[in-house]
């Protein structure tokens, strides 16, 4: 979506499984979002349902990957914006009605830069173009995703990576997988022998966050094994869930192109805090999503 300037804060917590192994079940580390004796595991049903939202978001990546390889040029502020909204189109033009269809009563979140809590009821939180300046540049770092957010929790998310032909999901207490296969988070246990990644501020971002982001990448330079950045965030909350990433934090955001990747981290048995390694709240300032192992040296490093 036009979003994808954005690097983004996040809404959730992990929801550890009680009793499943290399699990933090702590309630210092729960969200009430995602505290087991609140949230219940998806149903049957739900698991039906994020079946066919993968096909969904499966059918709106077919889309994209047709237009996608040659640089789109633009020459102003207006004609990438256009761009950007041609791709969020074409992909929405699929990615609606098949949804609707799935939850007929379940409203649409129209503002992909809002944050914080969602009113009652059923919500598809969508990023139609997940990476939308990389498809324009012929850059393969790109996605669909759709997620479904009942009573302000997260049930359920599908990721699909075109260029690869992955399709990453979860459900809520059900854990993540991609194309059917377990996902979990790497057994890490050393900063310095972690690669790490974040995303940058949205280009009028204010001065003070730019300055904490570079400070912050600074501070992993030092601490980390290696660091990336790039966009978007929920490739990197992808590799994260598989195990090939350790961390990935970021300062700043909206709802849409964290809450899939966030939920897969935490299904896959991920840690998710804000950047001081508290729970998350509604007025959270930053995001961190890590291995068990390294999450504390990550959160240590990051409040510096």
């Known amino acids: 979506m036009l ?6 804060l996040l809404l959730i917590h992990s929801p550890n499984t009680v009793g499943s192994p290399g699990r933090d079940n ?4 729960l969200s009430p979002l995602f505290r087991r004796d609140i949230v219940m595991p998806g149903t049957t049903r739900d698991a039906e349902l994020l079946a066919q939202t993968a096909n969904a978001v499966r059918a709106a990546g077919s889309v994209l990957l047709e237009c996608f390889g040659e640089v789109v040029r633009h020459r102003t502020r207006d004609e990438l914006v256009r761009a950007l909204a041609a791709n969020d189109n074409a992909a929405l033009d699929v990615l609606r009605p098949r949804l609707t269809d799935l939850r007929p009563d379940a409203r649409w979140v129209a503002d992909e830069l809002a944050g914080g809590a969602l009113p009652p009821g059923e919500w598809w939180v969508v990023d139609p173009a997940e990476g939308n300046v990389n498809h324009l540049r012929g850059l393969p770092d790109w996605a669909v995703t759709a997620t479904l957010v009942r009573d302000n929790q997260p049930v359920l998310t599908a990721v699909h990576v075109p260029t690869t032909g992955e399709t990453y999901t ?5 854990g993540a997988h991609v194309d059917g296969r377990p996902l979990r988070v790497s057994d ?3 900063l310095g022998l972690a690669v790490v990644a974040t995303s940058q501020a949205r280009p009028d971002e204010a001065e003070e966050v730019v300055r904490r982001v570079g400070a912050s990448i600074t501070s992993m330079l030092r601490d980390a094994l290696v660091v990336r950045t790039s966009v978007p965030a929920t490739l990197h909350l992808l590799t994260v869930a598989a195990g090939r990433v350790d961390a990935f934090w970021q300062f700043a955001g909206a709802r849409a192109d964290l809450l899939p990747g966030a939920l897969l981290v935490a299904e896959a048995g991920g840690r998710i805090s804000d950047a001081q390694g ?3 709240t509604p007025d959270a300032e930053g ?8 999450h504390a040296a990550a959160v240590t490093t990051l409040s510096r």
């Open 188 to 190: 890490t246990a050393d």
């Open 3 to 8: 979003a994808v300037f954005y690097l983004h």
């Open 287 to 294: 995001f961190l999503a890590a291995a068990p192992g390294v």
């Open 26 to 29: 702590s309630p210092d580390h």
């Open 170 to 174: 979860a459900l809520a207490g059900g």
């Open 278 to 280: 508290r729970p998350w």
